[in-house]
């Protein structure tokens, strides 16, 4: 019904800078929440970048003045720009919505994620 597909990971030295991208399509009536996740290895899968509604952003403490999200409403694409990259921002990135589907109650909500794409920080 809806699929989320990330792009733009890559390798990159230390200080560089990348630009992940997440496309939602499918049957999709509103989006609530989109989110960046990553995972580390053998590390748990943490939020990195929260946008809300379209407008409302926050960030993990650790990428604050270095991440910027946003989102493109009319194309249902959201945006991450990854400046002064660090080796510990390695990692696979995932991409994560809240919507309201087509035909749907608007009091139900889904939730998906994209297959994620590898961001690695070379030192």
């Known amino acids: 019904q809806v699929q989320l597909v990330e792009s733009g990971g890559g390798l990159v030295q230390a200080g560089g800078s990348l630009r992940l991208s997440c496309a939602a399509s499918?049957?999709?009536?509103?989006?609530?929440?989109m989110a960046w996740y990553r995972e580390a290895p053998g590390k748990q899968r943490e939020p990195v970048a929260f946008i809300i509604s379209g407008r409302s952003t926050n960030y993990a403490d650790s990428v604050k003045g270095r991440f910027t999200t946003s989102r493109d409403n009319n194309k249902n694409t959201l945006y991450l720009q990854m400046n002064s990259l660090k080796p510990e921002d390695t990692g696979v990135y995932y991409c994560?919505?809240?919507?309201?589907?087509?035909?749907?109650?608007?009091?139900?909500?889904?939730?998906?994620w994209g297959q994620g794409t590898q961001v690695t920080v070379s030192s």
């Open positions: 994560y919505a809240e919507l309201n589907l087509i035909g749907g109650s608007e009091s139900q909500y889904y939730t998906y």
């Open positions: 499918g049957n999709i009536f509103r989006i609530n929440v």
